[in-house]
């Protein structure tokens, strides 16, 4: 008998990445129900290449939404939760939906996972909670001091969901990842955003001196870690994501400048924006010794084959 997986956001970039990956290599043992609300950032076209699968539904709807979430859950052996607004600058201008959707809609989810019982729930999440680091790197059992309205949500939700677990007994796993990058993704980040608009001969705008510093990891390999995670990960621990691959956001544009053909001259030096982060860094060394993950995509043959795929795919633009 084959077990239902409940993907929430799961026509967004990294959902929909997981949830392809589960019906293509598990469709005789798992189905998947995608609810998404397809707010901007979700695209029904990245759930195409499943949508004819055995097992496969998707619903339109909202993670706020009591009534509709406790039917699914009802329905579901086990929960990936994805759904969330994401994007930092969006929540330094508004807030209040990134309140509403992270940590209220995590509630509601948690709530009917409560009242149903015995399903493993997968709450992914960022490294943004735990703030900048100058040197070396988060474990798991860091403080969290996220800086944003975005990462605060987030590490509301986080702690929401473990709470559940010391609570109630909920088979609650949580995730925190670095950045990720990877075809489909919409043009809000730094990635998708500065590729399509250089690929267009158009300029793009470089925060500050461009010496934040972030870890890149491609989308599969994100995937990879979460299914490990959700069929061996241990019940109430967080697990993290990270692929070693640190760059500065200046290095990075020059990878893409090389990438798409571009000199500096296509380079805007703009205002930081307000409580930005300096470093990220975490320690993955939980699951890769736990779970025994490793990324397998080196970071510049990566790059390389995304530019490629918005090079091929224009109407991604921005």
Request: aromatic content about 8%.
């Amino acid at each position: 008998m084959s077990r239902n997986i409940l993907i929430t956001g799961g026509a967004g970039f990294i959902g929909s990445h997981y949830a392809r990956v589960l019906l293509e290599g598990h469709h005789d043992r798992l189905s998947v129900t995608v609810l998404d609300k397809l707010t901007y950032a979700g695209n029904a076209a990245n759930l195409d290449e499943i949508r004819d699968c055995p097992g496969f539904r998707f619903v339109r709807g909202d993670i706020c939404d009591a009534s509709l979430v406790d039917d699914l859950v009802a329905a579901a052996d086990e929960i990936v939760h994805f759904a969330a607004e994401t994007h930092v600058d969006r929540s330094i201008a508004s807030g209040a939906e990134f309140v509403r959707t992270n940590v209220l809609g995590t509630g509601t989810l948690l709530e009917a996972a409560r009242r149903h019982g015995g399903r493993r729930f997968v709450h992914v999440s960022t490294d943004e909670v735990y703030g900048s680091i100058a040197s070396g790197s988060w474990p798991e059992s860091h403080p969290l001091r996220p800086s944003s309205p975005y990462s605060a949500s987030k590490a509301a939700s986080d702690l929401l969901a473990l709470s559940y677990h010391t609570t109630y007994g909920l088979d609650v796993v949580v995730t925190r990842c670095c950045n990720n990058f990877g075809p489909r993704q919409y043009p809000e980040k730094i990635i998708p955003l500065f590729v399509t608009r250089l690929l267009a001969g158009r300029t793009v705008p470089l925060y500050g001196t461009g010496e934040n510093t972030r870890e890149w990891l491609h989308v599969e390999d994100h995937v990879d870690a979460l299914e490990r995670v959700r069929t061996r990960g241990r019940p109430g621990e967080i697990y993290n994501i990270g692929s070693g691959a640190e760059l500065t956001n200046r290095a990075l544009v020059a990878v893409l400048l090389e990438l798409c053909d571009a000199d500096w001259d296509r380079v805007e030096f703009v205002a930081d924006r307000p409580g930005h982060d300096r470093r990220y860094s975490v320690d993955s060394t939980k699951i890769r010794t736990e779970l025994g993950w490793t990324p397998r995509h080196d970071l510049r043959a990566a790059l390389a084959d995304t530019v490629d795929w918005y090079r091929k795919n224009d109407e991604w633009a921005a």
